[in-house]
């Protein structure tokens, strides 16, 4: 088996160390410094730009699968990017399957609502809408007889993929009863069920790829503060806070969401490492992240 990954970072890589002799593993990059990281995971780096157009048709029968894992341009309502892919892949008939990561931001704001999968999309801001934009062409693209399986990732956390310096500075957090409802995903685990997809996924099928936890956002940092023994963040009323962070961190602010985690367990059989950031910072402080 072939497998191309295209946006092969952090979890590109998990991926690749996982399917370690089970395939052969191929990375479209655009940076000739990242070569050698590639190969000494065992991935072959195939020179390519999603920006450009011209030289990504090498790609078009190079694997039986792709992880997409690039994210979009950081500007406008849509995903080029994706588009480019899409062409490319789509002058040859070899890749069958496809997994791509896309976000849970695409739900938009739910009130703190618990989401299942069939709750339809709202993306309420630009970034949210390019991920969207590179769904829909993701799932025409799956039409033609491909199998396509969409994870929709919320926060993603690792080792060294804490937000410590926002719990380094004691930003303030907001006071439990108006905080907003928010949802976690190991990187470990993304890759696991990101593997668990391209094997099991239905066709065409959107899935959210989130754990157990269901904190609020205020007690997520008090999880990373814990976790770097350092002083708990201090809570403040919702309109102080918001009046304080980055426009970045307000979008994230606005939206309260529950995502519900049952199609991964019940579809894909898929039992997480990590079922809670309480447990995955613990197990991380162990030495218990994967990549070690």
Same mark, same amino acid.
């Given at each position: ?41 065992? /991935? ?196 102080? /806070? ?9 979008? $994230? ?16 059989? $898929? ?22």
């Amino acid at each position: 088996m072939r497998i191309l990954i295209v946006g092969c970072g952090d979890v590109g890589l998990r991926c690749a160390r996982l399917l370690a002799g089970r395939a052969r593993i191929y990375a479209l990059t655009h940076s000739p410094e990242r070569h050698a990281e590639l190969r000494a995971a065992g /991935v072959t780096p195939i020179p390519g730009d999603l920006d450009e157009q011209r030289g990504l048709a090498r790609i078009a029968r190079l694997a039986d699968c792709v992880l997409h894992f690039a994210p979009p341009h950081g500007e406008g309502e849509t995903d080029p990017r994706t588009r480019r892919l899409l062409a490319a892949l789509g002058r040859g008939s070899l890749a069958q399957s496809l997994v791509y990561i896309s976000t849970s931001g695409v739900y938009g704001d739910c009130g703190g609502a618990v989401v299942e999968e069939s709750r339809p999309a709202h993306p309420d801001n630009a970034r949210a809408r390019r991920r969207a934009d590179a769904e829909r062409r993701l799932r025409r693209f799956g039409k033609a007889g491909r199998r396509v399986s969409i994870l929709r990732a919320p926060g993603i956390y690792a080792q060294d993929r804490f937000p410590a310096e926002r719990v380094k500075k004691a930003l303030p957090a907001i006071i439990a009863a108006e905080d907003v409802h928010t949802n976690h995903i190991h990187a470990e685990d993304l890759a696991r069920l990101a593997l668990a997809a391209l094997f099991r996924g239905r066709p065409q099928r959107v899935y959210n790829a989130v754990d157990d936890s269901g904190l609020k956002m205020g007690d997520w940092f008090d999880v990373v503060a814990d976790h770097l023994s350092l002083p708990r963040p201090p809570r403040l009323p919702r309109a102080e /806070v918001m009046a304080a962070v980055t426009p970045a961190m307000r979008t $994230f602010l606005t939206e309260s969401r529950r995502l519900s985690n049952r199609r991964i367990k019940r579809e894909l059989r $898929f039992r997480l490492r990590y079922p809670t950031v309480r447990e995955g910072a613990q197990r991380t402080a162990c030495g218990g992240d994967a990549r070690r």
